[in-house]
């Protein structure tokens, strides 16, 4: 046991009340309760970290002051300085992005005969996708329908969700599935070869798929896998966009990468180019610590603005309730949804529930935060708020041994640092997790710049306001396929001449002077700084 | 809280790190902006492996920087990208059985049992375990046992007789999946209603509602019971 005395001695108050709270069900939120719980206490409502963006297609709408600085910041390009008439690469389909979505996308665009280039900024793989625990949503049961999960998303999403995005994604679920499984994806199932499903947050049919709890890393590797043994497609790795291209009419024609080992730049010429960068955790907004990937740092979004793509909901990011609170080194990583879901209790320092655990993510964050500014919170060593996650109460409900069973990934996790937690309850608080919202995308990933697609995390509109758990993997494989297939075949129509330029960049640059818009940002980042900072 | 500063060596240099730190932000604290040898920094993809050993001491030990705390005296070498052989393969064009996971990856049966694999393992797998699953034919037991493995590459690093068992296993994995798992009856028949268009016209009605209408019917949905 590695906590610390005066944690061990609140641990016993969680002790004492289980017993108690075996036997009680904390009530579901009423619509209005739900409302003023989250204007009060979620970090979306907190107008003064938000900034009004000044120049660029999303004028006058609001976002986290970190992203609208790098929105509205300039490229560290020269155009003079580079070659555009002699690519290093043409394609017919460039994949910005080696995640879910990117492989996705790739696999399907050279299924349907293009020539794919994916380029990534770190290796093929290293994404979100490979970070998900809980799993994957898809309809397929008898008591469940495709119209049953759309209800389900637009009530996670406020209802404000682009309905059409919304049909596509519930639509092709089950198609997603069975396509991860004709590539070897091995998912939970019952002797008879149903698949083993369970609730997440806000779905109300038990429709989420597992791989354990590597469900994520399940899909990435395979993916990953299945890439690597396609003759065809070229992988450039640590190879990150910095610049889309585009012609003088001012449709998109490639992208400019920076080779972060020669530290050189690649031109990069095609026919069509799908960003699937995934999300933004990295920048962390209104100072939170992150669940992300390393590479998380909105880079897609940056580029896509500037070539004049449309964002949509980027005034939403969520906060995944149960970030790790304690130990210190490992804050801010995620303790998946799914414990919840198999029956672990949220519980304050007097050892009380105060929030039915399977709300919807924004609802249960905000509580969790309310209950911390409240102080009925647990002040960590690090001196992180945080609140108990009851997990011991798993193995009461469900048998000894689930837990090990179940969440291996987790149990691995916290037993590096001492911490049994089939034994012990779990320190949490919400953690920096997705960007809900992302560039504008009809149901077939195209944006309001032609010949651009966007895919996964990087688009907005399927998730609304709010994700729920399981909807994003799904999320990456069905736009993922999609933006394939539309990349591919819009290709073919395409002519092989393009006329490259960086028109669009000089054209920002005279944007921003004329909206008087001084910056010293060049974006995008790519990597976050965590250097110490010497004093 | 006051930090205790420990002596540790990073590349064979000299630096100075709190002992709370995982080895990961002990580089970054030292002031290495990192490009390599970092990924998700929660266990899962395997981006960090890291070998170390401490002073005064012979034994090489494994583990991923970002999972590991900083000890007193560690000597500490990323790697940054261990080549690893993996042959090309088609699953669709595979039968899925045993002998074709021995003819992609024949050195398999070169295995003589040291065990170094599993000892290198940070994700405690039993890896000289489902090498000899493999060895025997038995792709459901690789799968199995395999499972948690990242794909650092470490026991590939470690192994006298070279093999990629990471590799080889994600075969098998993608093989049981693909081949050997149980189909889902209810995963086929849905996708067929799908095709036939059965929800088309459930879900072309909720398109056209108000959101007032969305919010009722959402409210009072029925809620499949935990058990």
């Known amino acids: 046991m590695s906590y610390p005395s005066p944690l061990q001695e609140l641990i016993t108050k969680v002790k004492e009340t289980r017993e108690r709270r075996l036997k009680e069900t904390y009530p579901r939120l009423k619509p209005e309760e739900k409302e003023k719980l989250l204007k009060q206490f979620h970090p979306d409502y907190r107008a003064e970290t938000f900034a009004t963006l000044r120049v660029g297609p999303n004028a006058g709408d609001r976002t986290p002051k970190e992203l609208a600085a790098l929105l509205e910041a300039d490229s560290s390009l020269d155009p003079n300085k580079l070659a555009l ?26 299924d349907h005969g293009a020539r794919v280039i994916i380029a990534t900024k770190l290796r093929l793989g290293d994404a979100n996708t490979m970070m998900a625990q809980g799993g994957i949503q898809a309809a397929d049961k008898e008591n469940d329908s495709p119209a049953i999960h759309y209800l389900d998303v637009l009530g996670g999403g406020h209802f404000e969700n682009v309905p059409e995005l919304v049909e596509a994604l519930v639509t092709d679920a089950p198609e997603a599935i069975q396509w991860l499984e004709n590539l070897g994806v091995i998912f939970d199932k019952n002797p008879d070869g149903s698949m083993k499903t369970i609730h997440g947050g806000g779905t109300s049919r038990k429709r989420m798929h597992t791989c354990r709890d590597y469900t994520g890393a399940e899909i990435m590797r395979t993916l990953r896998d ?58 962390h907004y209104q100072g939170f610590p992150t669940s992300n990937h390393y590479g998380a740092t909105g880079d897609g979004l940056v580029l896509a603005y500037r070539a004049g793509a449309r964002l949509a909901f980027i005034d939403t990011m969520q906060y995944h309730p ?38 919807t993510r924004d609802v249960v964050a905000s509580a969790i935060i ?102 994003s993997l799904l999320d990456t494989i069905v736009f993922g396929r999609r933006a394939g297939k539309a990349a591919a075949e819009s290709a073919q129509k395409r002519p092989d001449h393009l006329n490259l330029t960086l028109n669009h960049l000089e054209k920002w640059r005279r944007l921003l002077k004329e909206k008087g818009v001084e910056t010293k940002v060049f974006s995008p980042v790519l990597l976050p700084d965590y250097t110490r900072k010497k004093a | 809280m006051k930090e205790n500063l420990i002596d540790i060596y990073i590349m064979g240099e000299h630096h100075q790190v709190p002992d709370s730190l995982t080895i990961l932000q002990a580089m970054e604290y030292a002031g290495y902006r990192l490009v390599r040898g970092v990924g998700c920094r929660g266990g899962f993809c395997g981006a960090c492996a890291t070998v170390y050993r401490t002073t005064g001491d012979y034994h090489l030990k494994f ?23 993996r042959p090309r393969y088609r699953l669709s064009e595979l039968k899925g059985t045993a002998d074709e996971v021995l003819r992609i990856y024949p050195e398999m049966l070169r295995c003589y049992g040291c065990n170094t694999c599993t000892k290198s393992c940070p994700q405690d797998i039993d890896v000289l375990g489902y090498v000899s699953a493999i060895v025997r034919g ?30 080889a296993a994600l075969l098998c994995r993608r093989i049981y999946g ?11 028949k849905r996708i067929a209603e799908i095709r036939e268009g059965k929800f088309a016209h459930a879900l072309a009605e909720l398109k056209g509602l108000s959101k007032k209408e969305l919010q009722e019917r959402y409210a009072a949905r029925d809620i499949e019971p935990e058990e």
């Not at chain 2, 948690?148 to 026991?155: A, F, Q, S, T, Y």
């Open chain 1, 322 to 359: 149960t970030g790790v609170a304690f130990p210190q080194q490992i804050v801010g990583q995620l303790v998946t949804e799914k414990v919840r879901s198999l029956g672990a209790q949220l519980v304050n320092i007097q050892g009380e529930q105060f929030i039915f655990p399977l709300e």
């Open chain 2, 63 to 85: 583990a991923l920087a970002c999972q590991t705390k900083v000890e007193p005296d560690m000597q500490l070498a990323m790697i940054p990208f261990f080549p690893a052989h």
């Open chain 1, 85 to 110: 008439e002699s690519p290093d690469y043409t394609c017919d389909v460039l994949v910005i992005g080696g995640g879910g979505a990117g492989c996705a996308a790739a696999l399907t665009a050279d």
């Open chain 2, 138 to 167: 038995d792709i459901p037991a690789v799968a199995d046992i395999s499972f948690d493995c990242i794909m650092c590459g470490l026991c590939v690093s470690r192994c006298p007789a070279e093999l990629v068992k990471h590799h």
């Open chain 1, 226 to 283: 299945e890439v690597k043994s396609r003759d065809k497609i070229i992988v450039l790795e640590f190879c990150p966009a910095v610049e889309l291209l585009t012609t003088p009419e001012g449709e998109v024609a490639g992208a400019v990468l920076l080779n972060l080992n020669l530290n050189s730049y690649l031109i990069v010429k095609a026919k069509n180019v799908i960003i699937a960068t995934g999300g933004s955790g990295r920048l």
């Open chain 1, 370 to 471: 309310r209950e911390c500014s409240e102080n009925r919170g647990i002040k960590t060593p690090g001196g992180v708020d945080g609140v108990w996650l009851d997990t011991p109460m798993i193995e009461i409900l469900r048998g000894q041994g689930t837990v090990k069973r179940e969440l291996p990934a987790m149990v691995r996790q916290f037993a590096r640092f001492g911490i049994e937690i089939d034994k012990e309850p779990i320190l949490v608080f919400p953690t920096l997790h997705y960007q809900n919202g992302g560039v504008a995308i009809d149901p077939f990933c195209s944006t309001n710049v032609p010949f651009l697609f966007v895919a996964g995390e990087a688009s907005g509109g399927v998730h609304g306001r709010n994700r729920l758990m399981g909807n």
């Open chain 2, 178 to 188: 693909r081949n050997l798992a149980p189909r889902s009856e209810h995963l086929q």
